[in-house]
């Protein structure tokens, strides 16, 4: 790296010290593997925007044109690679005694880094659930050639992300909120802190005794909340952080 990026030595003493680590990534994260945002004006498809495709009732009236998107967006992401702080963050799976990585990205990319321990708040676009029975499973086909897919027992699949009107996954948030009150070092990375609950959730971690470090290319609504913000790419921040902290556990 061309130039060098300062951590904090306060920082560097929280990480050294910290046993209990939760980590909350955004599309940000995604976006320095090349993954695009799918909203807004960048995100149309057909004419179609997000907002039109991602729900409910969208699926209820088409589920083949849903499915389409999907599967164009499968075709898009599939052969994006994870980046470093990705795999930084699933290194720190292993450095840690207790560990947990929250994440509001559905491309499956901490997985391909090597992260197990992963609460997925909204999904992930290579899961699919029955209709039907609720159950879900891996599919990492690209499907263009036949959507909708069904289950086996014949009812329509859909993904398993969650869309716009519907709620978060309730098992996940009662495990990230366990997991955040009892963190003692939290980084929000790669989010703009504009989307609840996930939002609220460095709030929640700094009112619970957490030292809290935000890493963004830009500062957010939260920022002044923090004990640390760091601008620029996590992808460049965190292999930095990893490596001066790692000299400092030797």
Known sequence: MEAAIKIKEETLKVFKKASSVAVLTGAGVSAESGVPTFRGKDG?????????????SAFSRDPKLVWEWYSWRREIIRDIKPNPA??????????????????????????????????????N????????????????????DNVPPLCE?????????????????????????ENIRRCELFFVIGTSAIVEPASSLPLIAKQSGAYVIEINIGRTPISHFM??????KAGEILPCLHSESLNLRE
């Open 227 to 232: 004990d640390d913000t760091y601008l620029g």
């Open 153 to 177: 027992c014949g009812a329509l699949l859909r993904p398993d992300v969650v869309w716009f009107g519907e709620a978060l996954p309730e098992g996940i948030i009662s495990k990230a909120l």
């Open 44 to 56: 149309l498809w057909r004419n179609f925007s997000a907002e039109e495709l991602a729900t409910p």
């Open 125 to 144: 676009i290579w899961r699919v659930r029955c209709t039907k029975e609720e159950k879900t499973f891996l599919n990492h086909e690209v499907l263009s």
């Open 86 to 123: 990705h795999h930084i963050i699933a290194e720190w799976e292993n450095t840690f005694n207790d560990f947990c990585l929250i994440t509001q990205n559905v491309d499956g990319l901490h997985a391909k880094a090597g992260s197990q321990k992963i609460l997925e708040l909204h999904g």
